[in-house]
C-alpha cells in the first residue's frame, strides 16, 4: 500500500494556479498592481493637488481639489471673462468631491461674470454654507453687501474674513479704513470695538498708522468711549496722538489723552512730574526727557520719599532742548518755578525755559526765562492766541571743559501771585 504524500504549502500553491488558469491570475495580479499604483498616485495627489494641480491631475484625473485648484488657476488668468473650461473643471471637481467650496465659488464666479446674479448668490452662498474658510467667496458677499449699501452684512462678512483668513488684512483694513468717516459704518464697527475680534488690535495700528485723515478716527474712539482693552492700546494712544501733534490738531489731542486709563485733565495744566514720566506712559501728553550723546534729560525717583527729579546733563560747547511738556493753558500771567537740588556747571552752563506756541504762525517769538540759583521763580504771559502750548527745557554746556550736571528736584506752575497749589 503506497503511503500518500504530504504536500507542503508550496505544493498547494502551484495546484491552485494550475486549477484557476492563468488568465484569472492575471486579473488579479493587475488588480493588486492597480491598487498599488492607485495607492502612490493618490499620495503624489495628496501632496501636490493646491502647489500644482496639473502634476497631480496627471496621477488621478478626477482629483477633486486639483480640479477646483486648476480651474481657480484659469480663472484668474482673465477674472473679467472667465474662460470656459473654469466651469468645466468646476463641474467636475463636484462631480468628484460634493463638498468642494472653492469649485461652488468659481461656478458662481462664472454665473456673475454672464449677469446671472441670481445664480451667482446661490453657488456663493453655498460654498459659504460648505466653508466659512473660503475668502473669494466671503469677499464676494462684501462687494454684494456694499452695492446693496447692507453695511451691516458686508462687516460681518468682512469679520468672518478677518477671523478665519488673517492674510486678508493687506486687502480689507483698507477698506475698513476708508469707511470710517460714515456715521453709520462707525456706529457699526463700534460693535467690535466693545467686544474686539482677534483682527481688531491690528486693523487699529493700521488705521492710526496710514489714514491720512485723522478726525474721523479720532471720533471712532470718542463714540467708543475708550480705546479697546488690548496689550497695545496704550502703545496706540500715544502714537495716534504723535500723529495728532505732527498734524497740528491739538484739540483733538487732548481729547485722545482723557481717554487713556489713569488720564488726569489738571496734568494738562500742571508741570510736576508724575510717576508716569518715568517711561512716558503719556507719550506726549506727559513730560518729555529727550536723550543723546551729547546731552540729555531722565526722571527718576530718588531718596527715602520717592521723590521724583528730573537729572540733566549737557557736554561742553552744546546747546539743547532736553526736556518738554505739553500744556494747555488758559490766557494769564503765571509763576514758573524751578528748584534745583544739585548742580555741577563749568563756565557758561546754565539752564533755561522757553514757552512756545506751537497753533501759532511761524516765526512767533517764544518767552524764555533763565533759571538762576537754586529756587528761580520766572513770569510769563500766555497770550489769547496760544490756546496749547510746550514748556521746554533748555541746557547749555557753557564754554569750560565740564559741561553741566544738574537735578532739578521739582518744577511748579502757578497763576501769577497765587499759592502752589492743585
Known sequence: ??????????????????????????VVMAIAGVGGYLSFAAAVAGVTRSRNPAAALQFVPFEGVALAKQADLFFLTSPEDPPAIVAQLARRSLRSQAINPRALRLLGYTFAQNDRTAEARTFIELAVQQSRREPGA????????????????????????LRTRPSSETVLFPILVSGLPDPQFRSLLRQYMNKPPPWLANFLSFAITNTTDLPPLVRLFEESRGFPNSDVAAGQARQLM????????????????????????FRLRDARFDKSDINEDFGIAGWQA????????????EGEHSDLQ??????????RQVASKLLYLEPARYTVTTTISEADAGVGGRMSWQLRCPTREAGGRPWT???????????????????????DLIASGGDGQTGLDATIASVQLSPAGSAHSR
Not at 4 to 24: A, E
Not at 145 to 155: E, N, P, Q
Request: aromatic share 8%; net charge positive; hydrophobic share 50%.
Open 1 to 26: 500500500m503506497k503511503r500518500s504524500k504530504r504536500q507542503n504549502p508550496f505544493t498547494r500553491v502551484l495546484l491552485w494556479m494550475k486549477g484557476v488558469g492563468l488568465i484569472r491570475i492575471g
Open 138 to 161: 466671503q469677499l464676494w458677499l462684501v462687494q454684494q453687501a456694499a452695492v446693496g449699501s447692507d453695511l451691516t452684512m458686508a462687516i460681518g462678512h468682512i469679520d468672518i474674513l
Open 242 to 265: 504723535g500723529r495728532l501733534h505732527d498734524a497740528g490738531q491739538f484739540a483733538a489731542l487732548r481729547r485722545i489723552y482723557l481717554l487713556m486709563p489713569n488720564a488726569d485733565a
Open 290 to 301: 529727550f536723550d543723546v550723546a551729547d546731552a540729555g534729560a531722565h526722571i527718576v525717583v
Open 310 to 319: 528730573m537729572q540733566v546733563y549737557v557736554n561742553p560747547s552744546i546747546t
Open 369 to 391: 526765562g533763565r533759571i538762576a540759583g537754586n529756587t528761580s521763580r520766572l513770569l510769563f504771559t500766555v497770550p489769547a492766541d496760544c490756546p496749547v502750548q510746550f514748556l
